[in-house]
Antibody, heavy 131, light 112 residues
Framework: QLQVQESGPGLVKPSETLSLTCTVS??????????WGWIRQPPGKGLEWIGS???????YYNPSLKSRVTISVDTSKNQFSLKLSSVTAADTAVYYC???????????????????????WGQGTLVTVSS | QSALTQPASVSGSPGQSITISCTGT?????????VSWYQQHPGKAPKLMIY???NRPSGVSNRFSGSKSGNTASLTISGLQAEDEADYYC????????????FGTGTKVTVL
């Protein structure tokens, strides 16, 4: 049974870079059927998609965070990582990693591989931005 | 991109059926059959309940069902049980900019 698990510092200072790693176990990250994504949830608020990556290194980011986010993949370690730069208190949240299904279809624009549902999710890790 | 719109709260008595709506646009909910629904209990990670509008993952109760009409998707919980009290989020693939993904605003379900 595939599992994902977040790891990284729980406290980051303002203006610094938040770095988290997600380790995939029980399956390969190098699957053509999936993306691997990051989602966050500020305390008491809703879910926000941060971005997703395909094992070949193709990335998709939330436009509202794109200028500060980098997601990378290390297939040799079966891990993918998140970096969020120039953090502020507004970036305090529980950060989740998850496997994301990858669809495919053809239309007038050609081929697309849409980002679909997340399953399974990691347990989440609280990252607090504070000096 | 804007979050999909959900009612803040929905409530029902045990045994009743409730429906949660999720309204988007023709670039997301209305344009593709790629709506998912998640259940989240307090302090826990979200759990996928419905994918591709109306499909249930293995192990999810058949009391949960999904549908879509135009730009609005719906999650129906029938035979409401105390354990169904949780937050529910819809989500969708969106082509509004680059390939992207968007969550709904979330709905708190209360079992009276």
């Amino acid at each position: 049974q595939l599992q994902v698990q977040e790891s990284g510092p729980g406290l980051v200072k303002p203006s610094e870079t938040l770095s988290l790693t997600c380790t995939v176990s029980g399956g390969s990250i190098s699957s053509s059927s999936y993306y691997w994504g990051w989602i966050r949830q500020p305390p008491g608020k809703g879910l926000e998609w941060i971005g997703s990556i395909y094992y070949r290194g193709i990335t998709y980011y939330n436009p509202s965070l794109k200028s500060r986010v980098t997601i990378s993949v290390d297939t040799s370690k079966n891990q993918f990582s998140l970096k969020l730069s120039s953090v502020t208190a507004a970036d305090t949240a529980v950060y989740y990693c998850a496997r994301q299904a990858r669809g495919d279809y053809y239309d007038s624009s050609g081929y697309s591989a849409p980002l679909l549902g997340f399953d399974p999710w990691g347990q989440g890790t609280l990252v607090t931005v504070s000096s | 991109q804007s979050a999909l719109t959900q009612p803040a709260s929905v409530s029902g008595s045990p045994g009743q059926s409730i429906t949660i709506s999720c309204t988007g646009t023709s670039s997301d909910v209305g344009g593709y059959n790629y709506v998912s629904w998640y259940q989240q209990h307090p302090g826990k990670a979200p759990k996928l309940m419905i994918y591709d509008v109306s499909n249930r993952p293995s192990g999810v109760s058949n009391r949960f069902s999904g549908s879509k009409s135009g730009n609005t998707a719906s999650l129906t919980i029938s035979g409401l049980q105390a354990e169904d009290e949780a937050d529910y989020y819809c989500s969708s693939y969106t082509s509004s900019s680059t390939l992207s993904y968007v969550f709904g605003t979330g709905t708190k379900v209360t079992v009276l």
